[in-house]
């Protein structure tokens, strides 16, 4: 199993950037297929973006343009770019790994985009 650790987060004003960091432990990382989820108050965990073991990307459509996902096989870490923040982007937001039928979920980092 994967233990992943998410960071980066914090208040940012509309318009701004953040990055967060998503770090893994064990051997498997590089075969995972990874995954950024955020969860607002409220509101269900909602999917925002994927990426491969192989590097291809996907993003939901409230955020394309503005994420970028990415990560580095050599460090154990996944990273999520997030320009032009805007407030409905406030949320907790989660790290998934998938490898096989397993899947692991990090604690959440919270992400408010508020002047």
């Known amino acids: 199993q994967v233990q992943l650790v998410e960071s980066g987060g914090g208040l940012v004003q509309p318009g701004g950037s953040l990055r967060l960091s998503c770090a893994a432990s064990?051997?498997?990382?590089?075969?995972?297929?990874m995954g950024w989820f955020r969860q607002a108050p409220g509101k269900s965990r909602e999917w925002v973006a994927t990426?491969?073991?192989?590097?291809?990307?996907s993003y939901a459509d409230s955020v394309k343009g503005r994420f970028t996902v990415s990560r580095d096989n050599a460090q154990n870490t996944m990273y999520l770019q997030m320009n032009s923040l805007k407030p409905e982007d406030t949320s907790v937001y989660y790290c998934?790994?998938?490898?096989?039928?397993?899947?692991?979920w990090g604690q959440g980092t919270q992400v408010t985009v508020s002047s």
């Open positions: 998934n790994a998938k490898i096989g039928v397993g899947s692991s």
């Open positions: 064990g051997r498997f990382f590089s075969i995972a297929t």
């Open positions: 990426i491969t073991s192989g590097g291809s990307t």
